[in-house]
């Protein structure tokens, strides 16, 4: 089971462009890396998935260099709204391999 | 519409009383999760069923039941024996396998208190 570490909390300001790098030292061939956000009191919302190189899609991109170890969550131009909790997970469910959501990483943009 | 309903969103229980979470969706997934989150915590894993009964424990099922008879509901009951079960639950769902069986769809919560 591949374990993620991310920064518990980071501060932006609006119109930033923010990153956020999760470690992922043990990941497995077939493990794929999926984000999520999640604001209080609800539930977890998909943003994107990626398994290698550049993923890019209408709220975010990902980027994962080779040796996968690692992945960027990049969120361009943030505002007030993007205020949340962005986890990490790394794994796949048809191998065998559960996704795990650690403490994620608490992202305040301020105006 | 879509999606994950859970009912109540809020639910109070008394000691030494069963109570059961409601979770149906009309996804057409074959996986379905139950979540648990205390205040300020990531998720754990407390079942998962990815198929029409079957289930299987996950990090932390002591003091949980589930049951999967239908494809659109998979209820969770918290025990008696679930000592400190207030906590934010959430239920998801997500195709069974490949690529996009990694992304889980989630409902709203069901916040479970002590009285």
């Known amino acids: 089971l591949a374990k993620t570490t991310q920064p518990i909390s980071m501060d932006s300001y609006e119109g930033q462009e923010v990153n956020i790098t999760c470690s992922h030292n043990?990941?497995?061939?077939?493990?794929?890396i999926t984000w999520y956000q999640q604001f209080p009191s609800q539930g977890p919302r998909f943003i994107i998935q990626?398994?290698?190189t550049k993923v890019t899609n209408e709220v975010a991109s990902l980027f994962i260099p080779a040796d996968r170890k690692s992945s960027t969550l990049s969120l361009p131009r943030v505002s007030l709204s993007d205020t949340a909790v962005y986890y990490c997970?790394?794994?796949?469910?048809?191998?065998?391999?559960?996704?795990?959501f650690g403490g994620g990483t608490r992202v305040l943009v301020k105006p | 519409d879509g999606g994950i309903t859970q009912s109540p969103k809020y639910l109070f229980r008394k000691e030494g009383q069963n109570v059961t979470l409601s979770c149906e969706q009309n996804?057409?997934?074959?996986?379905m999760y139950w979540y648990r989150q205390d205040p300020g915590q990531g998720l754990r894993l407390i079942y998962y069923?990815?198929?029409?009964?079957?289930?299987q424990k996950g990090d932390i099922a002591e003091g949980y039941s589930v049951s999967r008879e239908k494809k659109e509901s998979f209820p969770l009951t918290v025990t008696s024996a679930q000592k400190n079960p207030t906590a934010f639950y959430l239920c998801?769902?997500?195709?069974?396998?490949?690529?996009?069986?990694?992304?889980?769809?989630f409902g709203a919560g069901t916040r479970l208190s002590v009285l």
């Open positions: 990626g398994y290698k």
């Open positions: 997970l790394v794994g796949d469910w048809a191998a065998g391999n559960k996704l795990t």
């Open positions: 069923s990815q198929i029409v009964n079957d289930f």
């Open positions: 998801a769902s997500s195709i069974n396998g490949g690529r996009e069986g990694n992304i889980q769809y």
């Open positions: 996804l057409n997934h074959d996986a």
């Open positions: 043990n990941i497995a061939t077939n493990d794929y």
